[in-house]
T-cell receptor
Framework: LAKTTQPISMDSYEGQEVNITCSHNNIATNDYITWYQQFPSQGPRFIIQGYKTKVTNEVASLFIPADRKSSTLSLPRVSLSDTAVYYCLVAQGGLTGGGNKLTFGTGTQLKVEL | NAGVMQNPRHLVRRRGQEARLRCSPMKGHSHVYWYRQLPEEGLKFMVYLQKENIIDESGMPKERFSAEFPKEGPSILRIQQVVRGDSAAYFC??????????????FGPGTRLTVL
């Protein structure tokens, strides 16, 4: 499984855009990039998943360059409630992918202040 | 559509007792995963099951831990003769069948096990 590297922590203020970058130099052809959010005492919550270029949903955007060796999760206009740990994972996926164990790192602790 | 359900949410056991953790996957999901999380750490994979089959148990300790996902009923993670080091949050996740987005896992709220 591809190893990921992301910052340990980030600080931001309400209303700002937050970009969290993840490195995954050894990503395989069949791997997808997935981001999860975890609040204290809760299970991780799926945010977004992508394979290449840009993916956007109602919560976030995911930017993936052509070489796919990194990805950036973009959270527009964060609020206090976005304070959480954000995990970047890569694993074989897509509609043809089977079930896979996910490898979580320590994630990025995002702290949003007023 | 109810999410992944886990019970109990909190479980206290004394050393040497058994712990049983239950997980009901989301409706229509046929894959179940168990993860363990220690304080200040990321989740660690333990086991991946489909109905009546263990697919990958590479993260399970060799002794005292077992898991099942019967044809009927929830998935069970069983820890025999618990020790203090088993104290952790145990998360269950489920995903749809292969070909229907099996790569996306949805997590339950977790069971927090405390061993006295």
């Amino acid at each position: 499984l591809a190893k990921t590297t992301q910052p340990i922590s980030m600080d931001s203020y309400e209303g700002q855009e937050v970009n969290i970058t993840c490195s995954h130099n050894n990503i395989a052809t069949n791997d997808y990039i997935t981001w999860y959010q975890q609040f204290p005492s809760q299970g991780p919550r799926f945010i977004i998943q992508g394979y290449k270029t840009k993916v956007t949903n109602e919560v976030a955007s995911l930017f993936i360059p052509a070489d796919r060796k990194s990805s950036t999760l973009s959270l527009p206009r964060v609020s206090l409630s976005d304070t959480a740990v954000y995990y970047c994972l890569v694993a074989q996926g897509g509609l043809t992918g089977g079930g896979n164990k996910l490898t979580f790192g320590t994630g990025t602790q995002l702290k949003v202040e007023l | 559509n109810a999410g992944v359900m886990q019970n109990p949410r909190h479980l206290v056991r004394r050393r040497g007792q058994e712990a049983r953790l239950r997980c009901s996957p989301m409706k229509g999901h046929s894959h179940v995963y168990w993860y363990r999380q220690l304080p200040e750490e990321g989740l660690k994979f333990m086991v991946y099951l489909q109905k009546e089959n263990i697919i990958d148990e590479s993260g399970m300790p060799k002794e005292r831990f077992s898991a099942e996902f019967p044809k009927e009923g929830p998935s069970i993670l069983r820890i025999q003769q618990v020790v203090r080091g088993d104290s952790a949050a145990y998360f269950c996740a489920s995903s749809p069948p292969i070909g229907q987005g099996a790569d996306t896992q949805y997590f339950g709220p977790g069971t927090r096990l405390t061993v006295l």
